[in-house]
């Protein structure tokens, strides 16, 4: 069974667009993160998430929201796409405790024309 | 403030040769430290961690790291390189007693030539 899954695997869209990606993780962990990987493969944080606190990034636009129906699930919602969305993300989970290790998606490749 | 820095963007070695890929931190009181490996085309994940006691920490797929305090580093290294550890490596802290993000460093490409 995956632990962290995200769907879709692949986004391929026009600029202007809405666009969601969806992540699951089984492990029972209390917390969820969205991150960025652009194409100089830096690695951004833009949010976690636990049952108490959503953490924003300062730094991200607020086109992007994450949203979770429940501590099992982060989705990520994009409006108005732009170029310079391009990028995968990535989704992960962990306990809280800061001691505790990140489990990482496989990823969603977006692609923005 | 919280930082990472991985000096190396690349790393080549020959394969059987002993390999390290450095990684240097700041932040205010004790770390958390962690590396991460990044296949092509794949998640990160996890190899080990430093969060207490001996300064050597083994990890996964023959992986070990050794934290300095006084050198601040928390170098990655493996005896002897696989032409399959080639990969995308990354670095990450987070000071022990706060809340503050895991704050990451900027990856080092490591490549293992037959």
């Known amino acids: 069974d995956t632990a962290v899954s995200q769907t879709p695997k692949y986004l391929v869209t026009q600029m202007g667009n809405d666009k969601s990606i969806k992540c699951e993780q089984n492990l029972g962990h209390d917390t969820m993160y969205w991150y960025k990987q652009d194409s100089k493969k830096f690695l951004k944080i833009m949010f976690s998430y636990n049952n108490k606190e959503l953490i924003i990034n300062e730094t991200v636009p607020n086109r992007f929201s994450p949203k979770s129906p429940d501590k099992a699930h982060l989705n990520l919602h994009i409006n108005s796409l732009e170029l310079g969305d391009s990028a995968v993300y990535f989704c992960?989970?962990?306990?809280?405790?800061?001691?505790?290790?990140?489990?990482f998606g496989p990823g969603t490749r977006l692609l923005v024309l | 403030a919280q930082s990472v820095a991985q000096p190396e963007d690349q790393v080549n070695v020959a394969e059987g040769n002993p390999l390290t890929v450095k990684c240097t931190y700041s932040v205010s009181g004790n770390p958390y430290l962690f590396w991460y490996v990044q296949y092509p085309n794949r998640g990160l994940q996890f190899l080990l961690k430093?969060?207490?006691?001996d300064n050597l920490v083994k990890g996964s797929y023959g992986f070990e790291a050794e934290f300095n305090k006084s050198q601040t580093s928390f170098h990655l290294k493996k005896p002897s390189a696989l032409v399959s550890d080639s990969a995308l490596y990354f670095c990450a802290v987070r000071a022990a007693d706060s809340n503050y993000q895991l704050i990451w460093g900027a990856g080092t490409k490591l490549i293992i030539k037959p």
């Open positions: 992960a989970s962990s306990q809280v405790s800061a001691a505790d290790n990140q489990y």
């Open positions: 430093y969060i207490t006691g």
